[in-house]
Structure formats: structure tokens, C-alpha cells
Nanobody
């Protein structure tokens, strides 16, 4: 089992940047595909970005392509989400998630993930 703890959220003006971190417990972090999701009030949780076990493959939601970058440091058991050119519509609670079954590639479907963090609030003001 793995525990995930997100950090780095906050209030930022439109056009600004934030870097989210997700620290994982345990010694098998490199065996998990990781993802970032977000959920705005009244909306379903949606995929934002995902990264394969090795970090060699990434994928993004169309709404964040070119603005967000996901990365991971397996030595530090941490996955990151660099968010640039933030927009008010990026406002949401951001969650990281871990999938233990994917052998390769990026997982985009939330129901495939096994573990979730508690979330961190990102608010973008206009």
C-alpha cells in the first residue's frame, strides 16, 4: 500500500505558475504509474496529466497541454505537476493518484487508480 500527500497548492493570479508535489510512502514508488486529477465544485473529477512508471511516457488533458508538465523523481518518491499560464478555469482541488497494475504507459481513467491523496486546493483569480 502507498500513501500520497500533495502540497504546493494556493492562490495565484491568472497567468501565474504553481508547482504541485505529491510525496509517496513506501519503497516501491517506481512500480506505480502516477496521475494528477482535479475536481471543481459541482463537477466530476477529471484527468489532468499522467506519467508512466519510468517517467518515459506522459499524457495530458487537452485543456492543459502546453501549459502543464508532469514529472517524477523515483529516487525521492515524488511526482510533480508544474502549472504555468494558469487560468481561472484551472481552479479546483488537485489530487494525485497511483496505479499499481499498469506495466507500461499512462493511465487516464480515474477508476483504474488504486490510491489517492487528500488533495490540494488551487485557486486562480482573474
Amino acid at each position: 500500500q502507498v500513501q500520497l500527500v500533495e502540497s504546493g497548492g494556493g492562490l495565484v493570479q491568472a497567468g501565474g505558475s504553481l508547482r504541485l508535489s505529491c510525496a509517496a510512502s513506501g519503497r516501491t514508488f517506481s512500480s506505480y504509474a502516477m496521475g494528477w486529477f482535479r475536481q471543481a465544485p459541482g463537477k466530476e473529477r477529471e484527468f489532468v496529466a499522467g506519467i508512466s512508471r519510468s517517467g518515459g511516457s506522459t499524457d495530458y488533458a487537452d485543456s492543459v497541454k502546453g501549459r502543464f508538465t508532469i514529472s517524477r523523481d523515483n529516487a525521492k518518491n515524488t511526482v510533480y505537476l508544474q502549472m504555468n499560464s494558469l487560468k481561472p478555469e484551472d481552479t479546483a482541488v488537485y489530487y494525485c493518484a497511483a496505479d499499481r497494475t499498469a506495466v507500461a504507459g499512462v493511465i487516464k481513467h480515474k477508476y483504474q487508480y488504486d490510491y489517492w491523496g487528500q488533495g490540494t486546493q488551487v485557486t486562480v483569480s482573474s
